[in-house]
């Protein structure tokens, strides 16, 4: 276009004010190349995010047998490890994870935790700084070698360290038991990832069971031992191995466990195991224990005990629950030709909220999930309700979310349920397959499932209720003070606003990346291929954003920095627009266009008081006082401008004259950056006429110049309005100044008085209407 108007002139028919800004390199930062942030690539883990021709990984086997006593609350556990040494280094001594030890009075998780006292403060807080010292750490009763000899060992908080008799060389591997016992803590008062509840009503506990046995930690080739504090936030880092689990629990309790279970004709009736087998075939689900069948054990209570004996291949880690309150359901579940049992287990005042969704969110889950990673591998899936409101383990989690008493239950709750399910199954993938190091970066398996569960619940039904993973519902998150913020990349236990950090600004981040820098179809096949490349073995940060270029050949590394390396937050503003047309230099059209803007042009307040205030000007009343200039027609076209004109014409090229003649508008528009993270420009145009254009400008237009640039855009039709980011795709958090001509911004205010609100529930109410009509 440049060179077809070469010669002509713009004439602005329109310009609002506006300072034209320089391409100038006032900040090149935010473009680096991520070299030096991110660790040399090598034989274990290349440039392209794969994992190295050298890669490698421990493995840990276990042989466990545990005991649960329903009368005090504790359990009672020996364990049997292998450790198999694949890495090129001679070990010396190993380090097990004692996370249960967060429960010791004096620990270091309960001796930093900070808190504040308020006028008012929930019951909960209360009996929780006012509670009896609890002792739910492990006791190690013996640490031994295969023969039966004790293995000096140091027990450091959460982790415990067992010296070696011998060097543990590569390739060797190392057997070795461990003995121990602890007390369960009660998970609605003291909290945590597991524990049991208590039914006054009945008399019953429900248990569920995790980090309840001495884990090993990763070794792997970029920290060495992974033996960071377990602190409550940061998660856990683990090997995979196989697992074979004996649980010994009353005789009428139900063992929901990560595996399969192995003696299923020893644990169950026959009725159930008739059930069992129906549910394995059916695409709905197919109660195996009934509710009849477990508030009568409620009220029994078996005297005598069961052993569940369950095992797990190549899994990272193990948990279970148990009660005779459960009722169980199961369904199978096709993934790629392969059939996995989905299935729950709740306890009656679970229904009829989870017999009717629990077990259909799971198998949802595995599908959706399927769809965009890797195809589910492991044969089972388990829901779990109890105390633990959400958390993850292989082939299990235990969720929250009840009905109220009398069965009826609020919107918030119904999809509170769903989305927790969903999450805690999809971790599946996102811890417990795709191995991250949680310990270190709670995003990478947070966050990105949190995005696979967006994706998951828009997919349960149209207009679902998402509360992350929509950039605009990050916005407040994003604008906030800086004080209260950290980069993505900080490790897990110095996280501000856990959730908000670490679930909602990655998962907003690869929508972002999804939606409007990428696009779908090249977003997908990228974070398939990171699936599919660090299945069951231990990915780390770069291996993820070298994986996302690598496969999509889309250079992300400003993405990365502005998102996960620093606090900007989008916040672009139009600073202004320039209205031009191609002056056509025909003299009829010019002197036109000239004298329509003078009638236009606004009179000032003078102007229009003079026009009856003065009767009649000196001129008006003495004609012989006008001249020339009175009657001259400064706009009127003469001939020797059309002379001048013709000539012009004349040394115009064909194309240089459809160019002339197109009419096309040109608009200089002026974008400021305030909030600092450089982002794609989505401008709407709308015409004239009314219709509209979408103009995507990918981020790389603040390249040179990360502040503040201008950008033209050439349209066919007058455009009256210019508008940024009108989907909502980056989070931008002001959008009054996302409007050109300004636009106001409406808000409300509301009118209350001053009273207690109760929580919405249209169900119950409608219930005990039709319940009162009724009686009447």
Request: net charge negative; charged share 20%.
């Amino acid at each position: 276009m440049k060179n077809l108007l070469t010669g002509l002139v713009f004439f602005g028919l329109a310009a609002a004010p506006f300072a034209t800004m320089a391409q100038s390199n006032t900040d090149q930062s935010k473009f680096k190349q991520l070299q030096q942030e991110l660790p040399t690539p090598n034989t274990y883990r290349s440039a392209s995010g794969a994992p190295g021709h050298q890669y490698w990984q421990q493995r840990a086997d276990y042989n466990i047998k545990v005991e649960l006593n329903d009368e005090k609350q504790s359990i009672t556990g020996s364990e049997t490890i292998t450790y198999t040494n694949n890495s090129p280094d001679v070990l010396t001594y190993l380090w097990l994870q004692l996370d249960q030890n967060i429960y010791e009075p004096n620990s270091m998780a309960n001796s930093t935790r900070t808190g504040e006292l308020n006028q008012q403060m929930p019951l909960r807080a209360v009996e929780y700084m006012t509670r009896e010292d609890f002792d739910g750490g492990f006791k190690i009763k013996s640490v031994k070698d295969k023969n039966g000899k004790p293995l000096k060992f140091t027990i450091n908080n959460t982790m415990m360290r067992v010296d070696l008799p011998a060097n543990l060389n590569p390739k060797q591997s190392f057997t070795f038991s461990i003995d121990w016992n602890h007390n369960i803590n009660n998970q609605l008062t003291l909290g945590g990832r597991s524990g049991y509840e208590f039914f006054p009503g009945d008399g019953n506990y429900l248990y569920e069971m995790a980090q309840w046995f001495p884990r090993m930690a990763v070794y792997d080739d970029v920290n060495g031992w992974q033996h960071k504090q377990f602190l409550g936030s940061g998660e856990f880092a683990l090997p995979f191995g196989d697992y074979k689990v004996s649980i010994t629990v009353p005789a009428d309790h139900i063992v929901g466990a990560t595996g399969e279970l192995q003696n299923a004709s020893q644990v169950l009736t026959s009725t159930q195991q008739k059930r069992w087998a129906q549910a394995a075939k059916s695409d709905k689900p197919i109660v195996i224990v009934t509710q009849e069948e477990a508030t009568k054990a409620e009220k029994n209570k078996a005297k005598g005990t069961k052993t569940w004996v369950y095992a797990a291949k190549n899994v990272r880690d193990f948990a279970w629950a148990s009660s005779r309150k459960f009722i169980w359901d199961a369904m199978n579940v096709n993934v790629a030709g392969k059939n996995v049992l989905a299935m729950s287990y709740y306890p009656k005042e679970g229904n009829p909220l989870w017999g009717q969704y629990s077990t259909e969110a799971v198998a949802h889950t595995l599908e959706v999930y399927s769809k965009h990673t890797i195809d589910y591998p492991y044969p089972v899936a388990i829901s779990v309700h109890g105390p633990v409101g959400g958390m993850e383990y292989p082939m299990i989690s235990f969720n929250g979310y009840r009905p109220e008493p009398d069965g009826t239950y609020s919107d918030r709750t119904k999809y509170g349920l769903i989305s927790v399910i969903i999450h805690e199954v999809g971790h599946n993938f996102f811890p417990m397959i795709i191995n991250s190091d949680e310990r270190q970066w709670t995003w990478m398996d947070e966050g990105l499932n949190t995005f696979m569960q967006y994706l998951a619940e828009q997919v349960w039904e149209r207009n679902y209720p998402s509360r992350r993973g929509e950039p605009k519902n990050i916005v407040d998150y994003m604008k906030s003070a800086k004080n209260t913020q950290v980069p993505i990349m900080t490790n897990s236990e110095s996280v501000l606003q856990f959730g908000n950090n670490a679930y909602g600004k990655p998962a907003t981040a690869l929508n972002v990346l999804r939606e409007t820098v990428m696009g779908r179809e090249l977003f997908d096949y990228a974070f398939k291929e990171y699936a599919r490349r660090w299945a069951f073995k231990h990915p780390m940060p770069a291996d993820f954003f070298r994986t996302m270029e690598d496969a999509s050949g889309v250079d992300l590394d400003w993405f990365w920095r502005g998102w996960f390396y620093t606090t900007d937050h989008t916040d672009i503003s139009i600073e202004g627009v320039k209205w031009y047309t191609i002056d056509s230099q025909n003299p009829e059209f010019v002197s036109a266009q000239k004298r329509a803007e003078q009638n236009k042009a606004p009179k000032t307040l003078s102007e229009q008081r003079n026009l009856t205030d003065i009767k009649k000007t000196r001129v008006e009343l003495r004609p012989e006082l006008n001249d020339f200039y009175n009657s001259y027609d400064e706009l009127a076209v003469t001939a020797a401008d059309q002379q001048r004109y013709q000539g012009f014409l004349k040394g115009l090229t064909p194309e240089q004259k459809k160019t002339l003649d197109s009419g096309l508008n040109f608009y200089e528009v002026g974008f400021k950056n305030l909030g600092g993270l450089v982002m794609p420009l989505i401008v709407k145009m709308t015409f004239e006429d009314g219709t509209e254009e979408v103009v995507n400008v990918p981020a790389e237009v603040w390249r040179y110049n990360n502040e503040e640039i201008t950008k033209v855009f050439v349209t066919e039709k007058p455009v009256v309005n210019f508008e940024l980011d009108p989907y909502l795709q980056t989070a931008d958090t002001e959008l009054s100044n996302n409007y050109f001509p300004r636009k106001l911004a409406p808000s409300r205010f509301e009118i209350f008085q001053q009273q207690q609100r109760n929580q919405s529930n249209p169900m119950q109410r409608q219930t005990t209407s039709q319940n009162n009509n009724a009686g009447r």
